[in-house]
C-alpha cells in the first residue's frame, strides 16, 4: 500500500541545508495500522506530508497504491488525494459556516457523487452522530468534531487514511474514544490508517511503530 525508496527531505538553511528526513525506506502493508512516533522536530509530520502527496522529497520515491507519487504533477496529486486519501488533522480543519452534515456533504460534491446527501447521512451514523449533521462546528464538542473530521476523510471511500495527533487536541477520554473509532474503521473497511502520535498506548496497538529521532527511524517494530 506505502513503499518508500531512499526518501529524503532537506530544506535550505543559511548558507547550508537542514536534513528534516534522512534516507528512509519503508513498506507499509494495505490495511495495516502504523503509528510514528517521536519528539517534536523528529520528522513526523514531514513524513506523513510526504506520504500524503502535500510535500516532495529531496530524493527517493513515494508508491501509494501502486502509484509512484513522486512522478505527477499538481492535478494528478489533488486527483489522488481526493480519490485515495483521507485525512484527519489535530485541529479538525472543519468549515464554521457549514453544518456537520454539509462538511461531510463537500468532498463528496466536489467529487460529483450521486449518493452524496444518502452517504453523508450514513457516515455521520457511523461515527455516532446521526443527531448532531443539524449542529455547526461551534455548537459541538472537540471530540464531535474531530468525529465530523473522521467521516469527512471517509467521503469518498479512500483506501488510506492519515492522521497527523489526532487526539492532540482532546481530553484523555475523548482521545480514547476517537482511537477506538479509528481502529475500528480499520477493522471493518480494512482501511490502511497511519498516525502521527505521542500516544505510546496508541503505538503499542499499531501493526507497525516506527519511532523517529532527529530524521532518522530509530527503532520499526512490527
Not at 452534515?101 to 457516515?123: C, F, H, Q, W
Amino acid at each position: 500500500m506505502i513503499e518508500l525508496h531512499g526518501v529524503t527531505k532537506s530544506v535550505p538553511s543559511g548558507n547550508g541545508t537542514l536534513t528534516i528526513l534522512h534516507p528512509l525506506d519503508l513498506t507499509i502493508e494495505r490495511g495495516a495500522v502504523a503509528a510514528v512516533t517521536g519528539p517534536s522536530g523528529s520528522g513526523k509530520s514531514t513524513l506523513l506530508g510526504l506520504v500524503a502527496g502535500l510535500d516532495a522529497p529531496t530524493a527517493g520515491r513515494v508508491i501509494i497504491d501502486g502509484v509512484d507519487i513522486t512522478t505527477l504533477d499538481e492535478d494528478g496529486l489533488a486527483r489522488l488525494r481526493g480519490s485515495r486519501i483521507g485525512f484527519v488533522f489535530q485541529f479538525f480543519h472543519l468549515l464554521p459556516s457549514l453544518t456537520a452534515y454539509e462538511n461531510v456533504l463537500v468532498p463528496m460534491e466536489i467529487a460529483g457523487s450521486k449518493d452524496a446527501p444518502a452517504r453523508a447521512t450514513a457516515l455521520l451514523g457511523e461515527v455516532g452522530l446521526s443527531d448532531r449533521g443539524h449542529h455547526y462546528p461551534s455548537q459541538l464538542s472537540g471530540g464531535e468534531q474531530q468525529r465530523v473530521a473522521i467521516a469527512r476523510a471517509l467521503a469518498n471511500d479512500p483506501p488510506l487514511l492519515l492522521a497527523d495527533e489526532p487526539t492532540g487536541n482532546l481530553d484523555t477520554a475523548t482521545g480514547h474514544a476517537i482511537i477506538e473509532l479509528l481502529l475500528g474503521i480499520n477493522r471493518v473497511r480494512n482501511t490502511t490508517l497511519v498516525l502521527v502520535t505521542h500516544d505510546p498506548e496508541l503505538a503499542a496497538r499499531a501493526h507497525v511503530a516506527i519511532a523517529l529521532r532527529d530524521g532518522r527511524v530509530v527503532e520499526a517494530v512490527r
